[in-house]
Nanobody, 125 residues
């Protein structure tokens, strides 16, 4: 059974930090690229950050570059994906989704095969 389970969301003041985690199991996710997307109320889901299966070549949306860091841990049967979010802004408020891509691409939404249920991040001003 494929599971991607996000955690770590919550309410934080502007300028604060949060660390999101995603536990991925049920497939050999160590060979999958993975990424984070977010969806604010009334808006489309958008790419935040992606990382290759090996952890090389992280890629970020311009809006989060320099503030967010994506990383992963392939050492165990369950693969863990992280998103360290610093200097948070009210416009970062959204539901954040973890996703896995079986192919080579990991920037576009349609390149992802598996999705988590999301975790809410709310940044107050």
């Amino acid at each position: 059974q494929v599971q991607l389970v996000e955690s770590g969301g919550g309410l934080v003041q502007a300028g604060g930090s949060l660390r999101l985690s995603c536990a991925a199991s049920g497939r050999t996710f160590s060979s999958y690229a993975m990424g984070w997307f977010r969806q604010a109320a009334g808006k489309e889901r958008e790419f935040v950050a992606g990382i290759s299966w090996s952890g090389d070549s992280p890629y970020y949306a311009d809006s989060v570059k320099g503030r967010f860091t994506i990383s992963r841990d392939n050492a165990r049967n369950t693969v863990y994906l992280y998103l360290q979010m610093n200097s948070l802004k009210p416009e970062d408020t959204a539901v954040y989704y973890c996703a896995a891509s079986q192919g080579h691409g990991y920037i576009r939404l349609h390149e992802y095969n598996y999705w988590g249920q999301g975790t809410q991040v709310t940044v107050s001003s």
